[in-house]
């Protein structure tokens, strides 16, 4: 069985309209922020500018996913396109490790051997970058509580606030004080803050390309719900797996009682399964007798 929950289409564009306007102001910004930290050589502006590199990919992902993953699917990929946004994310992981690596590496050694650092020009930078992201997060908030990817591309950009801030208060403490070992600083904390976020990345990605269940659902307790709905005998061959960042899926096959109706037993599994976790995507085989007792019958 087979069943999917309707779908807004006019939020979706309306949702792709907030993404494409917030992309193009952030990577705009990204351009200008990576040419002010050569110019004023500023390791922090580089460091939020890797950072602001994510909120443009993260961005880029969600409005990927809107456009590709609306595609129906075909011939060659009877699942569609879903899965898209997940080889995205964990390609832009496997890069941010690079960056955030390059970025510490560096840090630890304007340390040791501090470089001037022109903190007018880096503080101008970074309010112009704080200032995007506050827009950013206005396009993107209508639609936050109602899509996960939009959700993660707000929290994207609003985790990258706090590195303009940072960024902000570096440039203001240079000022002043002249502490020019102020500038790595900002830049490893900044740096340190993107790596533990990568590595969520990359390991979700990882899981659902390798097709683990999703998170919060039990396969023990998943079997269970099944195995005691009336006029299920066994239960065998339970597969619960994400295609997509949202997802789910699932797939069993449910040996029936002798006289138990199969539409109606896979109809209340089907229920079942909806109510208690949210599993719309669910294909459901009911069988007289198990398959594997069916190949040694014929064998």
């Known amino acids: 069985m087979g069943a999917g929950a309707s779908h807004d289409h ?30 004023f050589n500023s390791l922090a502006l580089l460091s939020d500018a890797a ?25 060659k990929r009877t699942f569609g396109y879903r899965r898209f946004e997940i080889l995205a994310a964990a390609f832009n992981a496997i890069l941010l490790f690079a960056v955030a690596i390059y970025v510490l590496v560096e840090g630890v050694k304007r340390i040791i051997d501090p470089e001037p650092v022109q903190s007018t020009g880096m503080l101008i930078v970074a309010i112009l970058g704080l200032v995007i992201n506050l827009i950013a997060m206005r396009l993107l908030s209508a639609g936050k509580d ?12 609003w985790a990258d606030m706090l590195g303009s801030l940072g960024v902000i208060a570096g440039a203001l403490v240079i000022q002043f004080t002249g502490w020019r070992f102020v500038d790595p600083i900002v830049a490893i904390g900044i740096g340190l803050w993107v ?26 307790e998943v079997r269970k719900i099944v195995s005691e ?62 398959c594997g007792a069916q190949e040694a019958l014929h064998s």
Request: glycine letters at 8%.
């Open 10 to 39: 006019t939020a979706g564009q309306t949702n792709g309209r907030m993404l494409a306007i917030a992309l193009g102001l952030t990577t705009t910004f990204l351009v200008a922020e990576v040419i002010a930290g050569v110019v």
């Open 51 to 75: 950072h602001m590199f994510t909120d443009a990919a993260a961005l880029a992902i969600a409005l990927a996913a809107i456009k590709i993953g609306a595609r129906k699917p075909d011939e």
């Open 146 to 157: 109602k899509s996960l990817n939009i959700k993660g591309a707000y929290l994207e950009v």
């Open 195 to 220: 790596l533990p976020r990568t590595w969520i990345l990359l390991k979700d990605t990882t899981h659902v390309l390798l097709e683990g269940a999703p998170s919060g659902v039990a396969l023990a």
């Open 229 to 290: 709905t009336p006029g299920v005998a066994n239960v065998h061959d339970l597969h619960i797996w994400v295609s997509g960042a949202d997802q789910p899926s699932l797939s069993v096959h449910v040996v029936l009682e002798p006289g138990a109706d199969g539409e109606t037993v896979r109809l209340a599994i089907a229920a079942r399964l909806e109510g208690d976790f949210d599993l719309h995507h669910a294909t459901i085989q009911t069988e007289v007798v198990a």
